[in-house]
């Protein structure tokens, strides 16, 4: 992947899990000059020194290439109705969050965790405990003037995001719109989702899909209509953060190519 995409890469984030980054991916990010929205996820992260993360947000830091954060989510509960993994997973954000000095992101993107079949018989639970989760968390970021967005997963609609988003009531958090997510889990369109949660909107987490697996295709190779998405940007000025979530490298340079061949990103105000 040759370098002439600067300028789309300087206005948007690419998924880096942190351990790649390690291994693999960051001669990738610092040549092409990619800003990186790197992801905490994985077992890896109970034992990983600060130091490394020290030494890897250094690297970004003297090339001036911006970030964000991905907190971890798989198995985590942090609106559970089990007190002991609640805790375990209150333990891993924290740990998440305790790099928010480090890496200086432009935001941090958490997941609900919420499922419709588990936790929406007892909703009222699940929200005390969701808040009690994330209002500490939330205070933290905003004391490093860091964003918190939640991302939409396995929801099926908006009413759990914007009941938090309410309940919160911060300045620093938002919505992060995820579109593939849209359509392999909610099975919905951005319409529903923007008509409550637009005056939230922060990040867009960007990928493609046939909608019925959660593939990380490439931008262009699945069904999802962008163009219809960043039109209503333009016609109602938002600016969200944008985050390209390819799982390949051949998936970042085709959704690197179908952003310069629509130029959708040149839709948002600058």
Avoid at 96 to 109: E, G, H, N, Q, T
Wanted: hydrophobic fraction near 40%; proline fraction near 5%.
């Amino acid at each position: 992947m040759d370098n002439d995409y600067f300028n789309i890469t300087k206005r948007c984030f690419v998924n880096a899990p942190f351990d790649r980054l390690q291994k693999d991916l960051l001669g990738l990010f610092i040549d092409r000059r990619i800003q990186p929205e790197i992801g905490l996820e994985g077992e890896w992260f109970w034992d990983c020194s600060s130091d490394d993360f020290e030494k890897i947000a250094l690297f970004f830091q003297q090339q001036r290439l911006d970030c964000t954060l991905h907190a971890p989510f798989h198995d985590l509960a942090p609106g559970g109705f089990e007190k002991k993994i609640v805790a375990l997973s209150r333990e891993k954000l924290k740990l998440a969050f305790a790099l928010i000095p480090v890496f200086c992101p432009k935001a941090i993107v958490c997941h609900l965790g919420f499922e419709a079949n588990k936790h929406q018989a007892q909703f009222d639970r699940w929200l005390e405990t969701s808040l009690a989760t994330w209002k500490p968390l939330v205070d933290l970021a905003a004391s490093y003037g860091t964003r918190v967005h939640f991302e939409n997963t396995y929801e099926l609609g908006p009413m759990a995001h914007k009941r938090l988003l309410q309940e919160l009531d911060a300045e620093n958090v938002g919505f992060c719109l995820d579109t593939g997510h849209l359509m392999a889990f909610a099975g919905t369109g951005w319409r529903p989702w923007l008509e409550e949660l637009e005056p939230w909107l922060g990040q867009f987490h960007l990928h493609d899909n046939d909608g019925l697996t959660d593939a990380h295709r490439a931008l262009g190779a699945g069904s999802f209509d962008f163009l219809d998405l960043f039109q209503h940007l333009k016609k109602n000025n938002l600016h969200p953060l944008v985050t390209l979530e390819p799982h390949s490298e051949q998936d970042l340079l085709l959704s690197l190519q179908y952003l310069e061949a629509t130029g959708l990103l040149d839709l948002l105000p600058s």
